[in-house]
């Protein structure tokens, strides 16, 4: 799969994460009306229906919000070129060409790796 690909569709992923955060964020007017004339006691406004709504809409808006970042992450990180540490047993050389590469330098001359010392 493409990485222009990949990253549409994690990016299509993590839309629908935001938008699974909305309906908690519309009813939020709701939720203040509820514990406006008490913020200290919590629980004790909250009729079990109120209770019900609260925890579908909170879990709702919790579950959207790790899907959103996970794929926001996935989506921004997608396509880079893992650096790897060449072998330093005796002479250095690439890991994955295995041809010599000078102390320092941050291409492999033979498959261009991008490398990390």
């Known amino acids: 799969m ?4 990949r990253r549409i569709l994690y990016s299509l992923l993590a839309v629908l994460g935001f938008a699974m955060m909305i309906p908690l964020t ?16 919590f629980g004790m406004n909250l009729s079990p229906a109120d209770a019900e709504w ?11 919000a790790l899907l959103a970042g996970g794929f926001l992450y996935a989506a921004l990180s997608t396509g880079y070129a893992k650096a790897w540490r060449p072998a ?20 492999c001359p033979s498959c261009d790796q ?3 010392w």
Do not use: K, W
């Not at 519309?26 to 939720?31: A, C, I, P, S, T």
């Not at 330093?88 to 102390?103: K, L």
């Open 88 to 107: 330093e047993n005796g002479t250095p050389r690439c890991r994955r060409c295995d041809s010599n590469v000078g102390f320092g330098q941050s291409r």
């Open 54 to 64: 609260l925890s579908r809409l909170t879990g709702l808006f919790l579950l959207g």
């Open 2 to 5: 493409p990485v222009f690909v």
């Open 114 to 116: 991008r490398l990390t």
């Open 26 to 41: 519309v009813n939020m007017r709701r939720l203040q009306a509820e514990f406006g004339a008490d913020p200290t006691a």
